[in-house]
């Protein structure tokens, strides 16, 4: 089964059962490791302003951003 089709029967589940569903997602992850915000996250941070300082990397406003996320959700319905 293909993450899209996995996506587009969860958008059929009801919000609670979509949320217990994200909850045990979340925690089948590995735990969060304290290096992820060492040498490399930082460095990752100073690449990420440099993309924006020198305008290789754009902005978007949260109302962009949302209507992006909302236009995604529709689609896996």
Do not use: C, Y
């Not at 290096?35 to 949260?62: F, I, N, P, Y």
Request: charged residues 30%; without cysteine.
């Amino acid at each position: 089964m293909s993450i899209a089709e996995i996506q587009h029967a969860v958008a059929e589940l009801p919000e609670h059962e979509r949320g217990a569903l994200a909850a045990w997602l979340m925690e089948s992850l590995p735990p969060h490791d304290a290096e992820d915000a060492g040498v490399e996250g930082l460095e990752e941070a100073a690449r990420r302003r440099q993309e924006l300082d020198s305008g290789t990397a754009k902005t978007m406003s949260s109302d962009d951003f949302w209507n992006a996320i909302n236009r995604q959700r529709a689609a896996w319905k």
